[in-house]
Structure formats: C-alpha cells, structure tokens
C-alpha cells in the first residue's frame, strides 16, 4: 500500500521533508540559544557589584571592552586636547548633549572623555571649561558606539565641534592622534556643577530587552513550523494511502484517484473544448434541418 513512497514525486516529497525538520530544529535552537545567553548576561551583570564598589584599573587593562569590563572603573592619565558636543542625547527624559574631551595620554594615544550632560542644544547653552595641566581621571569604561546605538546620529552633516557618534572610527577623522576603541563617562563632574553625569550604558546584546524575547518568539515559530512540515506529510502519506486502497477496493475509478490538480486540469480542458458538432454527418443533418 506504501509503494508509492518509492515514486520519483515522493522522493522530492520526503527529501525536503528529510531537510527541512533538521533545519527548523537548527534554527529553533540556536535562537534559544541567544535567548538564553542574555539570559545569563543579564544575570550576571545583575551580580556584579555597583561601579562605585569595584577597583579602578588603568584603560590598557581592561580593553578590549567586553560584556564582563564594560561599566568596570578605568582610569588614564593625561591632558585635555580637543573637544566635541554630542547632541541628541537624553538623560531624564530631556534632551540635551554630552560634552566629550580627548584626553590625550602619555602613550601617544587619546582617550574620549564624557565629561557630562548639559540640556538643551549645543551653542546655546554655556559649555564649562575642561581643567588644565596633565590630569587622572577616573570613569565607567564604554565600547564605541555603532549605528544602532541609542541616540546616535549616523546620518552626519552636523556643524563644527560636534560630533553624532562616540567612536574610534568616526574620531579619527577629526583628530591628528590615535584614539582609543573605548570611550569612559565620568562619575564625578568634579567642580563644574553644571554637568550632569552620564551613567554608564549596559552593553549591546545583554539584557532581558524586546530582542531577548523577539529570539524566543523566533525560537518557538521554528519548532512549529517543524512539526507542520512532520504534520503535513503524514497527512498526505495517509491520503494517498487511502486512495491507493479505494482503487485496489474498485470503489473509485483509476481517473478519480489522481489528484486534485489533474482533475481541475480536466475540467478546465473540457470547458475549453469547441461546443461545434465534430462529425461531417452531424453536420449535413444540421443543414439539412436548416
């Protein structure tokens, strides 16, 4: 009854059948997977002590930032070099900007420095001074931003002396140093009351977020959409097994067990079929009766 199995249509069935389970299950466990990696970001960012709690360590130590020294307390060494507004960034819920220094370290390199948050727009709004003379400070350590960080302009045009994204790369175009892959946000605005601190970000791919759950929907939808693939076969296994035995029981015809598509494909042809009479003799009747 199950030969049919054996036909050449059947064998493209059951290969995509063969292909597609294992890959929907791939797929469903690797978004499980990530799901479960922020999962466990998540709680260890949630174990780790306050910033303020842990030990301040020199900048070379801590790079390349990961999810385990992002946030950790870094500290340089060095002189306030240039400057840049960073507009579009809120804090509160207001909108204002951050004021970022290059602090430009014995070893050659500059090191980006949030010194705070200042609402409003930048140029109209007071912008206080940077300290002078060779400087440590110490801030929560930050990976460069990317476009799809929050509150990042991408689209760049901005004016002079601003800047839309906290990176190596888009710094390194407006500076004539080398500037680390890193950038800090300091906790203590020292003397200038008018600055905000920045808190430190978590960083991108950790946390219970929208993200973290849209990889356990995806997750879900391949392990069902696997067990549709399992469920449509047996259901056309069955059905064709069911016409296999209604025609060896001579309860249909051999044309009424083709498929659907044959059938409609016939009857499509016969509505197509010329109504005109097809023998001669019918013909020189009909005339006749004319």
């Not at 023998?279 to 006749?288: E, L, T, Y």
Request: charged residues 20%; hydrophobic residues 40%.
């Amino acid at each position: 009854m199950y030969r049919f199995l054996l036909t050449p249509r059947w064998w493209g069935i059951n290969l995509f059948v063969v292909l597609a389970i294992p890959f929907c299950i791939f797929m469903g466990t690797w978004q499980l997977g990530r799901f479960e990696d922020r999962v466990q970001t998540h709680d260890a960012a949630e174990e780790q002590p306050a910033p303020g709690t842990r030990a301040a360590k020199p900048i070379d130590d801590l790079l390349p930032v990961d999810t385990v020294t992002s946030g950790r307390p870094a500290t340089a060494t060095g002189r306030y070099a240039d400057q840049f507004l960073v507009p579009g960034r809120e804090l509160d819920d207001k909108s204002g900007f951050y004021v970022l220094n290059m602090l430009r370290t014995d070893s050659g390199k500059a090191l980006p420095v949030v010194r705070g948050w200042l609402p409003g727009k930048p140029g109209q709004t007071a912008v206080p001074a940077a300290p002078t003379g060779e400087v440590t400070v110490t801030g929560d350590l930050q990976a460069s931003e990317n476009a799809g960080t929050a509150g990042v302009d991408a689209a760049g045009g901005l004016p002079d002396g601003q800047l839309g994204m906290i990176s190596a790369a888009s710094l390194v175009n407006l500076v004539p140093y080398d500037v680390y892959d890193a950038w800090v946000t300091l906790q203590d605005a020292g003397s200038s009351g008018a600055l905000r601190p920045v808190p430190a970000a978590a960083p991108q791919g950790t946390g219970l977020d929208l993200k973290a759950f849209q990889n356990l929907g995806y997750t879900g939808e391949w392990f069902v959409f696997a067990g549709f693939v399992l469920f449509m076969w047996f259901r056309l296994v069955r059905r064709e097994a069911e016409a296999t035995r209604d025609l060896k029981l001579g309860l249909v015809d051999g044309a009424d067990s083709t498929a659907d598509t044959d059938t409609d494909a016939d009857a499509g042809k016969d509505a197509g079929t010329d109504t005109g009479p097809t023998d001669p003799a019918d013909s020189n009747v009909s005339a006749g009766t004319a």
